[in-house]
């Protein structure tokens, strides 16, 4: 049967794709690719079934499997769990790579096979195309074979832009909101099993460094909060108390700078549209962690201790000011490419230094990738920037969009202190919020402008009569 006749009967039968046949389907599929590989290579067998029955359980799950497969991908424990530094994965490089393009191309792929075009095709999308298809030219150029180019920093950065145009087709962002708030569950259920086994130790490394995992707790943060508010406030105030004891156990001081930026944006907008109501519940939950900290004796101590001064020691301010002396040299020999490969501030920081990063994340793109790298990187940022100030200025606080521009500059923040961009959960994340946002932004408002059009006409009227 085609999928031209396939296509009414799934929307008169409200049946989601991946029903029954595609049970019989992956059985099958499943049992031949098992059965060819398992005499020869054991290991490589159950590791590729795993992955096709986790792309056609996703499959399955129709529109709701974009943000699912996102956040899966975003949280899982893809390094040693309990560390003292970072270290590389615990799995091939092209096993991660592989769920790393697999996360935005299957529910894209199955997706575009079982329903019409969801967006307008959009001259911005097509260049941002043409400029990622350029950074991969570039960075292959640079490094002269594909198989280089099979690293987790190269992979995660090309497919932040895959996954943002990806992400214009889901919109909508059904179970986006639900998506975040099991991805906050999960980095929460690991922090806590990573701290209970060695509480010396910063939570996170199992997502590659503590940093990173604060970021992804932040961006995820406005969603997952959201999402719990409109269940529950007992929920949501639970939720801001976990949040809150992660990033003290991971000792990420940048974290905690983008949580605060991102309550001071909140109160700033919820006091421009004058939703007092949601002012109350914002102040409930500061006062809430608040006395918590200062009542408990223990945790007040484990906040003085992991985020005192002493984690700022000499040497990384020295690290910092040797990072944008070279940036500022490095840049200006090379603008508009840079050097042309992800990863090169940070080989020449350890190197040079005892720190193997340059504290910027901003930076280190411009050094490693010029001007077009830039650019590339701000396209997520510049979306969730675009819409907290049409918001501003209408008055308006939409909660699904806020939630995703939220979740954007909170990761933007991180990034002013630490090489995000080459960390893929990052990129995955940035990619997909700012394309779903990007379906949205024309909307925002609409109707809050119409009102003011009717209620100037009104006046309008009003004042001829009076006349």
């Known amino acids: 049967m085609s999928v031209e006749r396939l296509r009414p009967i799934l929307r008169r039968t409200g049946e989601r794709p991946g029903g029954r ?40 799950l129709g529109e709701r499997a974009f943000a699912w497969a996102i956040v899966l991908v975003v949280v899982a424990p893809w390094y040693p769990f309990i560390s003292a530094t970072a270290e590389p994965p615990i799995v091939r490089q092209k096993v991660l790579s592989a769920a790393i393009a697999a996360a935005p191309l299957a529910p894209w792929l199955w997706s575009l096979a079982f329903g019409g075009r969801r967006t307008r095709p959009s001259r911005g999308a097509l260049l941002m195309g043409l400029l990622f298809v350029s950074l991969a030219v570039l960075i292959y150029d640079t490094l002269g074979s594909v198989s280089a180019m099979i690293e987790q920093g190269v992979v995660g950065f090309l497919f932040a832009g895959v996954t943002f145009l990806c992400a214009r087709r889901f919109g909508d962002g059904r179970a986006w909101l639900a998506a975040a708030f099991g991805g906050l569950l999960v980095l929460g259920l690991l922090g806590a099993d990573a701290y209970l086994r060695a509480p010396g130790h910063r939570v996170g490394y199992f997502v590659g460094y503590p940093i990173t995992y604060g970021a992804l707790v932040v961006g995820l943060l406005p969603a997952g909060l959201l999402f719990a508010y409109q269940r529950s406030r007992l929920l949501a105030g639970g939720l801001a108390a976990g949040v809150a004891a992660l990033l003290i156990f991971s000792e990420s001081r940048s ?147 806020l939630s995703l521009a939220l979740g954007i500059v909170g990761l933007a923040f991180v990034a002013l202190f630490y090489d995000s961009f080459y960390w893929a959960q990052i990129d995955l994340l940035l990619g997909a919020m700012g394309g779903m946002l990007s379906t949205r932004l024309s909307h925002i408002g609409v109707g809050a402008v119409g009102a003011r059009i009717r209620r100037r006409r009104r006046s309008r009227i009003l004042l001829r009569l009076a006349s």
């Open 255 to 401: 974290s905690w700078v983008a949580a605060t930026a991102l309550l001071m944006l909140a109160v700033i907008l919820q006091a421009r549209a004058g939703n007092f109501r949601a002012l109350g519940a914002v102040a409930a939950v500061v006062v809430l962690l608040t006395g918590l900290i200062l009542a408990t004796g223990s945790l007040q101590h484990i906040v003085e201790t992991k985020l005192s001064a002493k984690v700022a020691s000499s040497q990384s301010v020295t690290h910092r000011q040797w990072s944008y002396g070279y940036a500022l040299e490095t840049i200006g020999r090379s603008p508009v490419f840079g050097a042309g490969a992800p990863g090169f501030s940070a080989k020449e920081a350890a190197s040079k230094t005892t720190i193997g990063a340059i504290d910027n994340g901003y930076v280190s793109i411009s050094v490693d990738l010029g001007l077009f790298g830039f650019v590339a990187a701000m396209i997520p940022i510049a979306v969730a920037v675009r819409v907290l100030a049409r918001c501003l200025r209408l008055g308006i606080t939409p909660p699904y969009e």
């Open 21 to 60: 046949s595609a049970a019989v389907a992956a059985a099958v599929l499943l049992g031949l690719l098992g059965g060819a590989l398992a005499a020869r290579k054991p290991s490589d067998a159950v590791i590729l079934c795993l992955v096709i029955g986790a792309v056609i359980a996703l499959a399955a």
